[in-house]
Each structure stands twice: as structure tokens, then as C-alpha cells.
């Protein structure tokens, strides 16, 4: 026990050495280490360097982050300024938390800041007094040091694990990372949480030590509260790109080939279900997102979820939706279930459902198969053939009678070596409720390659569009050569990507014109 108390004060006086070193969560990036990455980028007005670094004695890379434009002499006098912008203000913490004060607050901190800057620093260009105001109005309403990593788009999750240790980082090249921030005690870490939850109507508390909630601009937050995890508060912070995935990043990463992306098209187009699986991380909800870029644009769409992540082409007939958990008096709960059923109810043609987990949820959304809706949903597992199994046996135990409903399995794949992600597999479900792979991810090739001729799909959309089996092959190699063109081209967007399908539906003559001479396309 001595020797574990010893430990603990070691690492402790370890943690104070570094904070004191590094008080305004900056660093100078000279001394020993070899020199892995460097870069910048804008956080709010605010140059942020970064410099990822092997030091000696470190089994991790360290991610070093500095704001070059302010010395120790300026960040002593910007403390100064925060505090008295507080007295100022005279801000309550409640205010900090309601949203309808949230704009009001900011203009008041605005405007007393420019007053105050103007005392200190008065002979400050507008340029700089526009940084100084950014900076100050992170540190005092935003996540501090927190909210200035989280701009960084490099960076996949950023996470508090306990005060006593500096914040860590999924880098996109460089995996996990320390970083030379910290959080100030474990009292500041409750306090980001609680500011995060009560923006989105949700709470953490002693009696509710758990909270998942998004940020404004769509990133997920997960919290916890001690003693549920033993070391300290924590705060995961999963960051989504502000450029979303499209079926043409899809296709110029590999992650997809041309060939099978027509398929899903076909089948999309033409109101087949569909289910994305895949394990952890594996893309799926990324799938999802670009899979709906082949939506007609003159039907309604219904996207359901936990946490915001689906984001679709600004014209398309779109509800977001979002589920919601109990207040602290188990009160007020929207279940995933509760949404599908409401959906039902709002003339949806195309109904999206971030994850499938529980046995309702499942039954809901066969029903709203069965009732003529398109349903489109991701599911955890590795295979179209553990797709089935998990649907169909315990806990969520769907009558296997159901499942031809679906019509189209497509699993996404992480290969856990090299870090890619890519379409694993692209199945049917016949008749008799089993798994037919029309096309299987080939390692060496690094493609999806065709394994089985289909059984069910082609057949099913030849029943309900009258298509000829020559009509059917014309139509996928159309959608290949405009596939090709957004490649060709670099149209990447979410709403240029988009607007090209769109035009596809409304005139597929005058695209394919512009497809078939590779000219940029104009309205």
C-alpha cells in the first residue's frame, strides 16, 4: 500500500512539473526528439503549430501544440483581461448553459472585451485584436485548450482520461498521441461535460454518471463521472468530418469499386432495402452517408439517430431526427423505436436508422418494410452471413420469414493491420432467408471481384420496373460512366456530388451528354 502511495506522489509531482513547464498549454519544440510531423492550421481566428515529436524515454509520439502569436508576457496579461471581462460581465453559470442566453452572452463578453483590449493593448491592428477576442472567448465560453485540438482536422478523437495526465489524440497518420495539454483539475473536466449536455437537453450527474451528447457541429462527446471510472472524469471527443464522405472519396480511396457501386445505385434507385454492416470503425455510418447521395431528389427522406452524424445533399427532401434519453426522473425518454414509429406517420419514401441494436428497434424497422417504406440502417457484424445469424437469433431474434425484405447486405471492413477501411462484401437474402455474395473484397487485388451471379436482386427489380435484362445492363454501365466522370472530374462535394445524381433523375439525357464528352457540367 506504501509503495502504491509512493507511486501515486511521484506521478503527481511528475504531472505538476509538467503543468507548471507548460502553464499556458504551450510548448517550445526544441530539445531532444526526433522530428515526426509539422504543420498549422486555424482555430477561430487562432494559428495553432503542431509538431509531432519521438522524445527519448516517451513510448508514444508526442502531439505538441503551440500558439506561436503569444508570448508568456501576453497570455499573463490575457488572464488578467479574463478575469476581469468575468467580474465584467458578471456571468452565472447558468447562463453558461442555457441556450436561448447562449448569443447574448457572447455579444456581452464581445463588446467588453474589445474595451478591454483597447485598454491593454492599444495600438493592436484589427487583425490581431480579432485573434486576441477569439482566443479570449474560447477560454472563457468554449473547452479552453480543448476546443482549439478539436480544430484540428487531422485529429480523430481527442480524450480526457483523468486530470493527472496530459489529454490524448487519434491522429489520422499518426494514431494515438499525448499531447502537452492538460485540464486543470477534475472539477473543469465535470464542468465541459456539463456545459455539452445541457446544450443538447441532456445531464450528468452523481446519480446519472454517464452521458453521450453531440456538439454543435456535429462531433460526438462521450463523458463519465468518478467513481464509474476509477482514475478521474474522462471526456472522449470523436470528431466527424466537416466534408462529409461521398460516394466519389468512396471511390478515388478504393474503398469501393465503380462496378459495385452501380449495383447499390440500381438497387437504391429502384427502392430496394438495404442494410450496411460492419465491425467497430469500420465505416459504416460513412457508407451510409454516401450511399444516400444516390437518393432521388423528389422523395421524402426520414433519417433517424442517436447522435447526428448523416448529412445529405442540401435539396434533397430531408427530416433529421434525433433520439433522446431520460431526464433524471426517467421521464421524457425518445427511443429509436418511438421515432420509426413516428416516421411512419410522416409519408416518408426513405427512412435511414443509425444503428439497429435492440430487439424493438429490429421489429420496427421490418414493419416499415412490410408497409411499403425503403429502410436503410447500419448493424454491427463482420459478414453478411453474421448479419443474418445476429437478426435472427437471440437477443433481437427476427422471424427469419422477414428477412427477404431486405434486400441487399453491403459490409464495410477495417483491416485492423493497415488501418483501411473498404467494402467487404455485397449480398442478397433469397427466398429461404439465406446470404448470396455477389461480390467479395480481394486482399491482393485490393478490389472487390465477383463471386456469385445474383439470385434475387436483378429479379426483383425486373419484377417491379419491367426492365429487360439488356435494359438492366445498360442502366448499370450509364451509372458507371457517371460514377467515372464525378471521379474524372474531382467533384467531391456532398452537394456537387448531389446536384450531378440529382440531374441524372430529372434529365438523364442532358447529363449523360456531358458524362459521355467529360465536359464540366452546367446548369
Excluded at 467487404?424 to 437474402?429: D, G, H, K, R, T
Aim: charged share 30%; net charge positive.
Amino acid at each position: 500500500m506504501a509503495t502504491k502511495k509512493k507511486a501515486k506522489r511521484e506521478r503527481k509531482r511528475k504531472v505538476s512539473e509538467a503543468k507548471e513547464k507548460d502553464a499556458a498549454s504551450t510548448t517550445d519544440s526544441s530539445g531532444e526528439g526526433k522530428l515526426i510531423d509539422s504543420y498549422e492550421y486555424q482555430a477561430k481566428n487562432v494559428p495553432i503549430k503542431v509538431t509531432v515529436v519521438k522524445r527519448k524515454g516517451e513510448f508514444v509520439p508526442l502531439y505538441e501544440v503551440s500558439i506561436a502569436s503569444i508570448s508568456k508576457t501576453t497570455e499573463f496579461m490575457l488572464e488578467r483581461i479574463r478575469q476581469e471581462l468575468i467580474k465584467a460581465v458578471n456571468l452565472e453559470m447558468v447562463d453558461l448553459t442555457d441556450i436561448k442566453k447562449t448569443q447574448m452572452i457572447e455579444s456581452q463578453f464581445e463588446e467588453t472585451i474589445a474595451d478591454l483590449i483597447n485598454k491593454y493593448f492599444p495600438d493592436l491592428d484589427e487583425e490581431t485584436k480579432g485573434f486576441l477576442t477569439s482566443y479570449l472567448l474560447t477560454k472563457s465560453l468554449g473547452l479552453g485548450m480543448i476546443e482549439f485540438v478539436m480544430n484540428d482536422h487531422q485529429l480523430e478523437e481527442v480524450v480526457v482520461n483523468d486530470a493527472t495526465e496530459p489529454i490524448w489524440v487519434y491522429h489520422r497518420r499518426h494514431g494515438w498521441l499525448k499531447t502537452n495539454v492538460f485540464v486543470r483539475d477534475e472539477e473543469q473536466t465535470r464542468h465541459y461535460a456539463s456545459i455539452i449536455g445541457r446544450k443538447v437537453g441532456r445531464q450528468i450527474t452523481v446519480l446519472e454518471p454517464l452521458l453521450d451528447a453531440h456538439l454543435e457541429e456535429g462531433d460526438r462527446v462521450n463523458a463519465t463521472l468518478m467513481p464509474i471510472s476509477t482514475y478521474g472524469n474522462t471526456l472522449t471527443f470523436r470528431k466527424f468530418s466537416r466534408d462529409p464522405w461521398t460516394i466519389t472519396k468512396f471511390i478515388q480511396t478504393k474503398t469501393i469499386s465503380v462496378e459495385a457501386a452501380a449495383i447499390i445505385w440500381m438497387a437504391m434507385q429502384y427502392e430496394m432495402s438495404a442494410i450496411i454492416s460492419g465491425g467497430t470503425a469500420s465505416g459504416k455510418t460513412s457508407a451510409l452517408n454516401c450511399l444516400a447521395d444516390f437518393f432521388p431528389p423528389n422523395q421524402r427522406i426520414i433519417s433517424i439517430e442517436d447522435t447526428r452524424e448523416i448529412r445529405l445533399p442540401k435539396f434533397l427532401h430531408w427530416v433529421p431526427m434525433n433520439t433522446r434519453v431520460a431526464n433524471a426522473e426517467g421521464k421524457g425518454e425518445i427511443s429509436m423505436e418511438d421515432l420509426l414509429v413516428n416516421s411512419l406517420r410522416m409519408r416518408p419514401d426513405r427512412i435511414l436508422v443509425g444503428e439497429v441494436r435492440r430487439k424493438r428497434e429490429a421489429e420496427t424497422l421490418f414493419e416499415a418494410i412490410h408497409t411499403g417504406h425503403s429502410v436503410y440502417a447500419t448493424f454491427h457484424a463482420n459478414n453478411a452471413e453474421q448479419t443474418i445469424d445476429r437478426l435472427t437469433n437471440p437477443p433481437i431474434d427476427v422471424p427469419k420469414i422477414l428477412l427477404p425484405a431486405i434486400s441487399l447486405i453491403v459490409v464495410q471492413f477495417r483491416n485492423r493491420r493497415t488501418g483501411k477501411r473498404r467494402t467487404f462484401q455485397i449480398a442478397e437474402i433469397l427466398n429461404d432467408s439465406t446470404a448470396n455474395t455477389l461480390m467479395m473484397y480481394d486482399e491482393k487485388k485490393d478490389t472487390l471481384v465477383k463471386k456469385n451471379p445474383s439470385k434475387a436482386l436483378f429479379k426483383t427489380i425486373k419484377l417491379f420496373t419491367g426492365m429487360s435484362d439488356a435494359e438492366m445492363k445498360r442502366d448499370l454501365k450509364d451509372k458507371e460512366k457517371v460514377l467515372n466522370y464525378l471521379v474524372k472530374n474531382e467533384i467531391t462535394n456532398v452537394d456537387e456530388v448531389g446536384k450531378i445524381i440529382a440531374e441524372y433523375y430529372t434529365d438523364k439525357d442532358l447529363i449523360m451528354k456531358y458524362v459521355n464528352a467529360n465536359k464540366k457540367f452546367t446548369e
